[in-house]
């Protein structure tokens, strides 16, 4: 069974910075792409990031890009996203994804939920 299980959210400033994890198991980690993603209150599903199976190559929306970098330990079967200053409008709650996004995507997991507030 595929698990995801997102953690390292919670409240920081405008300016500050997190770092998400995302344990994966049930699959063979190191042989996919993983992505993530994040949902505000009241709108849709937005793509963040995507990264392929060796770490190599690595694509951000425009709205992190220079922010964000997302990497991976595939010995630990760990998926991150460091999240560095952060502003009001990227509060929501990130997913980790096996694969990348498409228009139907919906979350597996549980997601870990990121405040950004004053």
Known sequence: EVQLVESG???VQPGGSLRLSCAASGFTFGS????WVRQAPGKGPEWVSRINSSGNARYYADSVK????????????TLYLQMNSLKHEDTAVYYC?????NSN??????GTQVTVSS
């Open 9 to 11: 959210g919670g409240l």
């Open 32 to 35: 996919y792409v993983m992505s």
């Open 66 to 77: 220079g922010r964000f970098t997302i990497s991976r330990d595939n010995a630990k079967n």
């Open 97 to 101: 994804a096996r694969g990348a996004i």
């Open 105 to 110: 995507w919906s979350p597996g997991s549980q």
